[in-house]
Structures are given as C-alpha cells and as structure tokens.
C-alpha cells in the first residue's frame, strides 16, 4: 500500500500506566524516511565513515537533495541515498531509485562540492533498507550498504 506525504498509518495504542489505551501515534513517510536515515547513519558510522550532514538540498525547485553526506577515514566524501520499503511488492528500496532520481542526486552533489577550492574523490552509496522500522532498528529491518552504487558519468 503506498501513502502520499500527507496520509498516515496509525500504530497500535499503548497501554498507560492505569491501563487506559493512550492515543495512536500517527507514522508517517517522512517518519518512516527519518528512521531509515538514522539507522543508515548509524550502520555507516559503525563501518568506519564519518558523519558530515543530512539532508542538503540544493536551492530552489527542481534541485535535488543528498539523505546523508559521509567521509571515508582515506578522504573520500560519500554521498548516500537511503531507500526503505517495507515490503518488496513494488520491486523493494532498490527498485525505487531511477536514473532521474540519480540524476537529482548527482545535480545535489555538484552544487555541494562548490564550496571546495580543491575538489575531494567522491563516490555514490545507496543503503537500502528492508523490512519495518519503528523509531529504530527493529528485527524486521535489514540494512543492506551499495558501495559505490552508480557515478556521476
């Protein structure tokens, strides 16, 4: 089932502490997408790159924007786009990034190295994610890191 940015999915209520249910907690694409990134950050740190920023956008419409920009310990700057899907019923994460998605991701980078007077390698990650998140990592999910996944050629 897909969800525009402006639906939502309610999850389970909890019970409190005098066993009334408390309110459903509303989950959303974009808090689904902001706990992929933070998994994805957090396997990619546990890997040995080096966190720099998330979410750089280009100014403007029609730009791009990176999820998460990394340094490897040997200098090179990665540039990450993160997939989740819960289920692969449309093709997965993986399935869902399209040469004018690449193309946004490259355009993004370009504007972002502008501001080096001496431009750093870089390469293209892609860390998918599979399965169901909740706030973190849960069983269900697997991370799976592309190293180099596609270039800016």
Not at 61 to 90: K, N, W
Not at 104 to 125: G, N, T
Request: charged residues 20%; aromatic residues 8%.
């Amino acid at each position: 089932m897909w969800f525009s940015r402006k639906q939502a999915v309610n999850v389970a209520p909890k019970s409190t502490a005098g066993g009334a249910a408390a309110l459903p907690k509303q989950v959303t694409t974009k808090s689904r997408g902001d706990a992929a990134e933070s998994a994805a950050r957090a396997y990619l740190v546990g890997a040995g790159l080096r966190w720099i920023e998330s979410n750089y956008r280009t100014p403007g419409r029609g730009g791009g924007e990176i999820d998460l920009v990394m340094r490897v310990p040997d200098g090179t700057l990665v540039f990450v786009e993160v997939r989740q899907r819960s289920s692969a019923s449309h093709g997965g994460a993986g399935a869902s990034i399209s040469a004018v998605k690449q193309r946004r991701i490259i355009f993004a980078a370009r504007h972002y190295l502008m501001r080096f007077a001496s431009l750093p390698p870089c390469r293209f990650d892609v860390v998918l994610v599979h399965g169901a998140l909740s706030g973190g990592e849960s069983p269900q999910a697997t991370i799976e890191w592309l190293p180099a996944a596609f270039d800016a050629s």
